[in-house]
């Protein structure tokens, strides 16, 4: 579904991503893990559209996507969440959700003065959705608080709300789990599946969780220093002398 | 009796004025209360409204361009479209920039088109400005023709007012907002921030040319220093501000407001002695940095305060599952 090839991305003298190349199945959980400062979040960004790639190629669909902005992807079907979380201070939980689906006509300025019957309705199932998503994630009870006064876990799940406002195909995770308690951990957890099994998503999740990964992924991809260091199954990944040495250590994590 | 009239008089000059500076607060507060842009070249914009009405109504003159002397309807739209244009072309430069560098670029853009103004004096007559601009009304007998002229301005502002807080209301303004408040999420919610950005900088500059027009009009002469940024820009924003950033109510009484204070300076400082009455022009400034302090510490948000608007929410089906408050 995607493929990545030869990517890389150079920060002034710094460079975050070298000559990275992985694939990511259709259908597929794929797990991204690797120690802090090792790429993945600068990984994201450049599929996503937020980071222009220095060089080297993002397929998707078998189409080079690498360079085109942000919301020309999320057309393509490609949607991300932050790994901190970027809300909408000042607007309710709701209508952080609300903003999300695409081509709403209310979103046309002269539709709002000239077909407000056509605008309404499609409101009425923007907001349907957006309460599902909230009654999903268990902050139904703060969508009409603003944004900003939620705590960093509740945050983080608005984050993830996002991702199931629109029809994605490809949703990149940046730690779903990190700040999350562990009861509505086993939630998303059961959600990511859920999603892939009734919607067809394909996932790709950055995590420092290995339970999570565990549990969740398969594949893993391993980076380290801006590159693969290996990739398979996690049972494969945890027996790798190099990914034991770069990053898991003697099973601790952060 | 006199005396009562010409305070009469003065009211409805008072309104008139609040009434065009209120249509320059609006289209600020598209720019900047929905959606974040710091447009510091309103008086280019409003110049821009200013020539462009006066000229296609004006009658033949060896000083200027003219002698269309078109319909103010024409006149109307014309200015608003020719604005409407310069602000997409200018958007299109600028408006990929970072916040802080649209505000220099916008001063630049005023500062350009004032010399344009002042200096192509085939089509402007310079420094000394259009003259006998017709006025809507003023076959009217006195006071009827200021009144009708009042009237006219507060009905266009009760109708902006009326299309800005619907498109506030709307997924357009939840857009909007989103855009002000986290740029990188908006992206990534697949909105195209390019455009809607677009869409409210053209949308405020058309604004700020009607109000242009207005004041060509209701003047009967226009000159660069009627643009002047100090009393255009930098007024407008003080009323934005005072009256209550992203609140439609809150820029209209905010202009209102600060043109009484702006134009009773005038009368006070009038009354100096002569030493000091070469200073009025600092000193009305000084006035009204002085109320912009004085509101913002009484109103740190405004008069009036942004109101977002809360969606309906469903009736919830299943009351009492959803209790599971999180923390970090
Ligand atoms: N915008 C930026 N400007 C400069 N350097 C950056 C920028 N973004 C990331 N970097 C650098 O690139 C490297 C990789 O960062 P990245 O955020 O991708 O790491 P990560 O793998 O997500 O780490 P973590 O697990 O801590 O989130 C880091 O050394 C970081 O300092
Ligand atoms: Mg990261």
Partial sequence: MLTIENLNKSFGGLQAVRNCSFNIEEGTITGLIGPNGAGKTTTFSMIAGELVPTSGRIVFEDNDIAGLPTHEMFHRGIVRTFQIPHEFAKMTVLENLMVVPPEQPGERLFANWVSRGQVKRREHEVRDRAEDALDFLSIAHLGDEPAGNLSGGQKKLLELGRTMMTDAKLVLLDEPGAGVNPTLLLKIREMISRLREERDYTFCVIEHDMDLIASLCDPVIVLAEGTVLTQGTMAEVRSNPDVLDAYLGGGEEE | MDQFYGIFLYIISLLTMGGIYAILALGLNIQWGFTGLFNAGIAGFFAIGAYVSAILTTAPSLRHLGGYELPYVVSFAAAMVVSGIIAWAVGKVCLKLRADYLAIATIGIAEIFRLILKNETWATNGPRGVSMIPKPFETLPEPWNHLCFLGLILAVIVVIYLLLETARNSPWGRVMTAIRENEKSAMAAGKDIEKFRMEAFVAGCMLMALAGAFIAHYLKFIGPNATDPL??????????????????????LGAFLMWTIWSASEILTSRLPDELAIRTAYIRIF?????????LQRFPKGIFPEVRPKPERRQSVSDGVTDNATSR
């Fill in chain 2, 231 to 252: 009393t255009s820009t930098f007024l407008v924003w003080v009323m934005l501000v005072v009256g209550g950033s992203a609140n439609n109510r809150g820029a209209i």
């Fill in chain 2, 287 to 295: 006035l009204i940095g002085l109320a912009l302090q004085i509101f």
